[in-house]
């Protein structure tokens, strides 16, 4: 490994340990809120959904709380990347820090926090009887994960940059995520998309990337006739906002 790779490295287990810190400094339940907040939504839903509204939607509790742990971490990536330029002054104004250390940091410690739900979501299958496919685990966790990772951090990009140069930006971001979950099959099953608008809402990258997320827990298979688009698309999204971040980087400092 180089020295610079070591540098790195050691500055995001920093910013990580800085992240914990003050996230949970205080809290009686602790790194435990990263389970209990999904967990509880997705119950809400079930309960409104599942029994009011009686959906008849097979496992719908573990469907629900597949979508919504990804969807937990994918959402907090974006809006604690957008606060997190602002709260890191200091280091934005030492010219030899590598600002892009602070948007990979919160992604890594999101990340922490997802990987936890993952014996949960494993529980969960094991309680409704549901067998994964195993050949399919590795290729259908890979391209999910590349995904989700591209998607994020380019939209994490673009919106840390952004923010610092429109303050309003941070109010509306809230309203475009609300937007986003509701055109994203988190607690909504796409077969209840109706067909004629089915192309459209497949336009959204995390359609397919939720499915393919429940192609591990949920609905175990094979769909590799999204991987291209998802790839493709969340990839052009990181170079997006990436290409954004560093086009506005240069002023970050005067903007504080």
């Given at each position: 490994?180089?020295?610079?790779?070591?540098?790195?490295?050691?500055?995001?287990?920093?910013?990580?340990?800085?992240?914990?810190?003050?996230?949970?400094?205080?809290?009686?339940?602790?790194?435990?809120?990263?389970?209990?907040?999904?967990i509880f939504t997705s119950l809400i839903y079930y309960?409104?959904?599942?029994?009011?509204?009686?959906?008849?939607?097979?496992?719908?509790?573990l469907y629900l709380v597949a979508g919504n742990f990804?969807?937990?971490?994918?959402?907090?990536?974006?809006?604690?990347?957008?606060?997190?330029?602002?709260?890191?002054?200091?280091?934005?104004?030492?010219?030899?820090?590598?600002?892009?250390?602070?948007?990979?940091?919160?992604?890594?410690?999101?990340?922490?926090?997802?990987?936890?739900?993952?014996?949960?979501?494993?529980?969960?299958?094991?309680?409704?009887?549901?067998?994964?496919?195993?050949?399919?685990?590795?290729?259908?966790?890979?391209?999910?994960?590349?995904?989700?990772?591209?998607?994020?951090?380019?939209?994490?990009?673009?919106?840390?940059?952004?923010?610092?140069?429109?303050?309003?930006?941070?109010?509306?971001?809230?309203?475009?995520?609300?937007?986003?979950?509701?055109?994203?099959?988190?607690?909504?099953?796409?077969?209840?998309?109706?067909?004629?608008?089915?192309?459209?809402?497949?336009?959204?990258?995390?359609?397919?990337?939720?499915?393919?997320?429940?192609?591990?827990?949920?609905?175990?298979?094979?769909?590799?006739?999204?991987?291209?688009?998802?790839?493709?698309?969340?990839?052009?999204?990181?170079?997006?906002?990436r290409w954004l971040f560093r086009k506005l980087e240069?002023?970050?400092?005067?903007?504080?």
């Amino acid at each position: 490994m180089t020295r610079a790779f070591i540098l790195k490295r050691d500055q995001i287990l920093v910013l990580i340990a800085k992240d914990f810190k003050l996230k949970y400094n205080s809290t009686a339940l602790g790194f435990a809120w990263s389970l209990i907040v999904p967990i509880f939504t997705s119950l809400i839903y079930y309960l409104v959904l599942g029994m009011f509204i009686r959906w008849n939607i097979p496992n719908y509790l573990l469907y629900l709380v597949a979508g919504n742990f990804m969807w937990h971490f994918f959402s907090n990536v974006i809006t604690m990347n957008g606060r997190t330029l602002r709260s890191n002054a200091v280091l934005l104004k030492k010219t030899s820090f590598d600002r892009r250390l602070l948007i990979w940091g919160t992604f890594f410690t999101e990340s922490m926090h997802f990987l936890l739900t993952i014996p949960v979501l494993i529980g969960i299958m094991f309680l409704y009887g549901v067998t994964p496919q195993w050949t399919t685990i590795v290729p259908n966790l890979i391209v999910t994960f590349y995904s989700l990772t591209m998607l994020s951090m380019g939209v994490s990009y673009a919106y840390a940059a952004a923010n610092l140069y429109f303050r309003d930006l941070e109010r509306i971001i809230s309203v475009i995520m609300m937007t986003w979950l509701f055109l994203s099959p988190v607690f909504i099953p796409i077969s209840r998309i109706p067909e004629n608008i089915l192309p459209y809402y497949k336009l959204n990258p995390m359609v397919d990337i939720l499915c393919t997320w429940r192609n591990i827990f949920y609905e175990p298979g094979f769909h590799p006739e999204r991987f291209l688009y998802i790839t493709l698309t969340s990839t052009v999204v990181f170079i997006l906002g990436r290409w954004l971040f560093r086009k506005l980087e240069p002023r970050f400092a005067e903007m504080m």
